[in-house]
């Protein structure tokens, strides 16, 4: 379970973990009085171990699912509780209100009905000690909005060099799936 502000961190520890990298811990990956990890910082820590990373933006569910497929658990940003985009309206309150719901979690799985579409998406979510079940309308809730503007419905996900995953993710994703201007915004953030 992640620590005060630390909930970047304890996802991407959890995946790590997953792919036999442990030791890592959560609690020292950053200073202890930091908050809203941002992308860049948790790709740069994740390259740091060897993993290949992609990330995309406006992404779907079915993005999600096929890199569920893949082997590979994608790390998502959104807003718990849902939320306007920050910058819809300027309001600054609306800004204060998501900065402290920023949250990372990772997706683990997703159901569908008998029409194929997904219904329920399981969360690895780092205020919890155990994996949770959301509804589809619940989880694109959280993750349509960002704190970062343009990152509606983005995720990254990651994998070792030289694994199979890998492989299937640079299928997958051959490279960043993200529009130039959330690109420029990921930088200045960073």
Do not use: K
């Not at 194929?116 to 399981?122: C, P």
């Not at 960002?146 to 996900?157: E, K, Q, S, W």
């Amino acid at each position: 379970i992640q620590g005060p502000n630390e909930c970047g961190p304890t996802t991407l520890t959890n995946v790590l973990a997953y792919y036999g990298i442990n030791g890592v811990n959560q609690h020292t990956m950053f200073p202890s009085s930091t908050f809203g990890h941002e992308p860049v910082e948790l790709i740069e820590v994740a390259q740091s171990y060897g993993m290949t990373v992609r990330q995309e933006n406006y992404g779907s569910l079915d993005d999600l699912a096929r890199t569920i497929d893949t082997g590979n658990f994608p790390l998502v940003l959104g807003i718990n509780g849902g939320g306007e985009n920050i910058f819809a309206d300027g309001d600054i309150n609306n800004l204060i209100s998501n900065a402290s719901r920023g949250h990372w979690m990772a997706v683990t799985g997703y159901a569908r009905d008998s029409y194929g579409r997904i219904t329920d998406v399981y969360v690895q979510d780092p205020n919890y000690a155990q994996s949770r079940r959301m509804s589809a309308s619940d989880f694109l809730t959280f993750w349509n909005n960002n704190l970062i503007p343009g990152g509606h419905r983005y995720f990254m996900a990651m994998a070792p060099a030289g694994s199979y995953q890998q492989a299937a993710l640079l299928a997958q994703l051959p490279s960043d799936q993200i529009d130039s201007g959330f690109a420029i915004t990921l930088d200045i953030a960073h």
